[in-house]
């Protein structure tokens, strides 16, 4: 492959209109000593043909949810992503665009962002969007790094049913700033009400948590507020149609990972930072922000804006680091929720949480498999004691055609999502491949 | 009309309506099957009482709604977008069609390692190519972009020295050239920043740098070419400036393009590389994103890498995740980095091969150093040195009409073009930081020259007309600082106490860099 369109012709005669004779001259000046004076140990290239055989090749030694019937979740779904999601998202105008700094031959990509925004702040009733972030884990780093520096403090409680990459991830990142978080206290599948001293910048619940259950994240946040603290909740986008929105239960900061407004699983990227925030903290938002304006002639548009706070203007002193974020993600979303609208979005919770039960209930009544924690209320997911080594259940059902996870090695127990992809029948299935895996 | 200008007037689309303007009860474009499971009931603690005002509109709504934005956008498919530093080339339809193949596309990221063997060798063939393309020994593949690779090498930097010298040190130098993500990445990572003047050649200063070296020093983060388009040709003499006090030299791949198969950062003397997918290996820019930025690293600093790294055993040819890595700095992404974007740089790479891949560079450079003797004349080059894959000029000779570089870029725009950067890098008065790239050809080049002087000589005989671009597009100049006062964030317009910004954040798009 080659996309060079220079004929030997135009190399000459573009040689000479510089003054040189040859390719190597470009790299004259260059020290010898750092030249590379061998050919790179690269294969040699491909046709197009040949390229596409051997990706084939390659995605062929996977076995993926077309052919496994996905019941995995723990931070990526199986949700169904209709026909005009991509076929609008990759349209070459929008597709192979860059950031909008031109903003009057990226009206296109501004608006969307707009919209996007906007639905962002219906969905989760707080006041603020930004553009996007790269994932729901990088989005809680950034959501910490904004009540940090609200609060002036150092201090970051996290509950005990966060999802664990989260944890790693704040972990991570918290080793250059030189904070770490610590984990609440559990209460069964739920988070203890914590005592919040005033040196806590925040506290952050997961609703639904990492178990699929129904968190306490109203009394968490009651009592993150009541301290000064920023209450920080990390939430589902497609609950927000049946469940409670982060402005209802008391968030200030909500982060979430929008893989599953109508982004594909692939392997886990490219995903979708979701951050939403009350108008206190606007300013300290990271990222790109859209507005809208007006120009010369009056007419509504829309432009980057409060650039002030990004690493190109404001430097070391920027709100964060990014530059490149998930557009194309966010244009996804938009047209995915444009898609569904307010009643399918009711819609598609009430079945993800009807058949979330019905499975649930089904795997309860197999003899040696039980819930782990049978009291919670869940919305799409659960966690299942199957009775025997989690990781060989999870392979044995694979080789029946069935993908659940991840595997929880502390409770000795496996996740198991269902979405409103799931039917009854499948499910019905793969409680019947789950007995026979146990047995 | 030329290539690429969007269209201003399609009838009643000028105005475009939002989409909650399109809304009408009752209309809907979702379809779901009928509910074939018990009803479950939540108790009310659990029940949302508002609904979210999201629009509901018809299918077909949707569609014209989306393609009419896609009309009022400029990609690289549309035409020319010489955008520096930014690597706008053309991007290959076949890294899409395999991307799309659902034994890639349809994998999740919790699978076990059985059942992804496509996807490890995939990563580890892959990573063997760019450590052999970049001179390192092993590469992390989950920082999602360029400025998360920069953040993740800054923490191996800092893992680095704790270990080593009993304490992360203090400060990272970057040149006052460098991008805007270098700065805030050094302060995401805990360090101060200590900045490092070019020379009067538009080099990183030697003797200034050697001056500012010292123990406290971490590294030093580089591109190289540089910022300004030039090869910092005492990069040996860097290099020992810093590995004297045992302080390391991160490359910025930003520039990435220009050198491959011709020089390697490791052989310059780099123990750390970030590379941008979206730039060097023509992963779709996205509007914005998403990217990839791998991080690729010297044996001695492998051990640093975020876990887990891919494992290959060759007795029984298995590829498989290793998460035994104790002094590993941690995880900087949620799952595995964007897979779907490494999926396209590996078509490209392979694609491409050794002699692809180093034709790459050279006909970069080449478009480059073409458009600048065709165009300096009347912008001048901001500094004398020839030029590797971009060049930075600048527009200041045409100020005493009154034009400034931005007017010069909207009145591109009417002509049919994607103007370069402006007002970057940030030491270049009026600076124009043209970046072609490989993919353009000849006629284009000189299409694009063309139009440039033809600005210049507009400045002088009727600098109205630039003042006045752009006036072919679907909106005419923005008035930014209206956006950063009034604030309108969302269709509501209900944004709380937002109003009312401060002084910094209402400077106009004539101050601000296009990057």
Request: proline letters at 6%; one cysteine or more.
């Amino acid at each position: 492959m080659q996309f060079a369109p220079h004929t030997e012709e135009d190399v000459r005669e573009m040689l000479a209109a510089c003054g040189l004779s040859s390719l190597d001259d470009l790299y004259a000046h260059l020290p010898e000593a750092v030249l590379l004076d061998r050919d790179l140990d690269i294969p040699a290239g491909l046709s197009e043909m040949e390229l596409v055989a051997e990706m084939r090749r390659l995605a062929g030694l996977n076995r993926s949810a077309d052919d496994l019937v996905c019941f995995a979740g723990g931070g990526a779904y199986d949700h169904y992503v209709p026909s005009l999601v991509w076929a609008l998202t990759g349209q070459s105008e929008l597709y192979t665009s860059y950031t909008p700094y031109q903003p009057e031959l990226s009206q296109g990509v501004l608006q969307a962002l707009f919209e996007y925004q906007s639905m962002i702040c219906e969905l989760t009733g707080l006041e603020v969007s930004n553009a996007s972030l790269y994932d729901g884990p990088t989005a809680l780093v950034e959501a910490v790094h904004m009540a940090r520096s609200a609060t002036r403090r150092d201090r970051v409680l996290v509950s005990g049913a966060l999802d664990r990459r989260y944890v790693k991830t704040l972990r991570t990142y918290g080793g250059g700033p030189g904070y770490r978080p610590e984990v609440m206290e559990a209460d069964g599948a739920l988070t203890a009400i914590p005592r919040v001293g005033d040196d806590v910048a925040a506290v952050i619940v997961q609703y639904p948590n990492f178990f699929g259950a129904l968190d306490r994240a109203r009394e968490v946040f009651r009592a993150a507020r009541a301290a000064g603290a920023r209450a920080i909740q990390v939430f589902d986008p497609l609950s927000l149609g049946i469940l409670p929105s982060p402005a209802e239960l008391g968030a200030d900061i909500a982060v979430a990972e929008g893989q599953v407004l109508g982004n594909h699983l692939s392997y886990g990227g490219p995903y979708l930072g979701v951050i939403a925030a009350r108008s206190q903290d606007i300013r300290r938002m990271p990222g790109r922000i859209v507005g809208e304006t007006t120009d010369v002639e009056g007419q509504r548009g829309y432009v980057l804006t409060l650039q002030a706070r990004e690493q190109h203007i404001r430097r070391e002193r920027a709100t964060s680091n990014i530059c490149t974020n998930q557009t194309l993600m966010a244009i996804a979303a938009t047209v995915y929720l444009a898609w569904l609208g307010p009643d399918g979005l009711r819609e598609l919770g009430r079945q993800c949480l009807a058949k979330a039960r019905y499975a649930a209930e089904s795997l309860a009544a197999l003899s040696g498999c039980e819930l782990v924690w049978p009291e919670a209320e869940v919305f799409k997911e659960f966690a299942v004691r199957p009775g025997r080594d989690a990781e060989e259940v999870q392979s044995r059902l694979i080789g029946m055609g069935f993908l659940a996870g991840p595997v929880l090695q502390e409770e000795a127990a496996l996740l198991v999502s269902v979405t409103e992809r799931r039917t009854r029948d499948e499910i019905d299935r793969f409680v019947k491949a789950f007995e026979e895996a146990i047995s | 009309m030329r290539d690429g200008a969007p269209v201003r007037a399609q009838g009643a689309a000028v105005g475009q309506r939002g989409l909650l303007e399109r809304s009408k009860a009752g209309r809907r474009a979702w379809s779901l099957p009928e509910l074939d499971v018990p009803e479950v009931e939540l108790p009310e603690v659990h029940r949302r009482s508002t609904e979210p005002g999201l629009p509901r509109v018809a299918e077909v709504d949707v569609i014209r709604h989306f393609t009419r934005l896609a009309q009022m956008n400029y990609g690289i498919d549309t035409g020319f977008y010489p955008l520096g530093s930014c690597s706008m080339k053309y991007n290959p339809k076949v890294a899409e069609t395999v991307a799309a193949l659902p034994g890639f596309q349809r994998l999740h990221p919790h699978q076990p390692e059985e059942t992804i063997q496509g996807a490890l060798e995939l990563l580890w063939r892959l990573e063997r190519a760019l450590c052999e393309l970049t001179g390192m020994a092993r590469v992390t593949f989950q920082p999602p972009a360029g400025a998360g690779g920069e953040l993740t090498g800054l923490l191996v930097m800092r893992a680095y020295h704790t270990k080593s010298s009993g304490g992360p040190r203090g400060k990272v130098i970057i040149p006052d050239s460098s991008h805007g993500t270098n700065p805030a990445s050094v302060t995401a990572a805990g360090y101060r920043v200590v900045q490092v003047p070019s020379d009067s050649r538009g080099l990183v200063d030697l003797g200034q740098l050697e001056r500012l070296v010292d123990e406290d020093v971490a590294g030093l983060m580089l591109t190289n070419p540089n910022t300004l388009g030039l090869f910092e040709v005492e990069i040996q003499g860097i290099a020992a400036a810093l590995h004297r006090v045992g302080a390391l030299l991160y490359y910025d791949g930003a520039n990435l393009n220009a050198i491959m198969g011709r020089v390697r950062p490791g052989d310059m003397g780099f123990d750390i590389v970030h590379m941008n997918t979206h730039k060097t290996f023509a992963t779709p820019h996205g509007g914005g994103g998403p990217g990839a930025g791998p991080v690729a690293v010297n044996a001695r600093l492998e051990r640093f890498l975020p876990a887990p790294v891919v494992a290959f055993d060759e007795d029984g040819g298995r590829y498989s995740w290793d998460h035994d890595r104790p002094d590993s700095i941690g995880h900087v992404h949620g799952f595995h980095g964007n897979f779907g974007v490494l999926v396209r740089a590996f078509a490209y790479v392979f694609g491409h091969g050794r002699d692809g891949l180093r034709e790459v560079g050279e006909r970069a450079v080449l478009n480059a150093n073409y458009l600048a003797s065709k165009v300096k004349g009347s912008y001048p080059l901001a500094f004398e040195g020839p030029p590797m894959h971009e060049f930075v000029s600048t527009a200041k000779p045409l100020r005493k009409h009154g034009v400034r570089a931005m007017d010069v870029a909207k009145r591109l725009i009417d002509l049919g073009f994607h103007p370069s950067t402006v007002y970057f890098p940030l030491v270049v008065e009026e600076a124009m930081m043209v970046e072609p790239t490989e993919t353009e050809t000849k006629e284009t080049l000189d299409a694009f020259a063309e139009a440039l002087l033809r600005v210049a000589n507009e400045a002088a005989e009727d600098p109205n007309l630039l003042h006045e671009a752009p006036v072919t597009t679907p909106v005419r100049r923005l008035d930014e600082a209206k956006a950063a006062r009034e604030l309108k964030l969302r269709w509501s317009g209900q944004h709380g106490d937002g109003g009312g910004a401060d002084a910094e954040s209402v400077r106009t798009a004539a101050d601000h860099p296009t990057i």
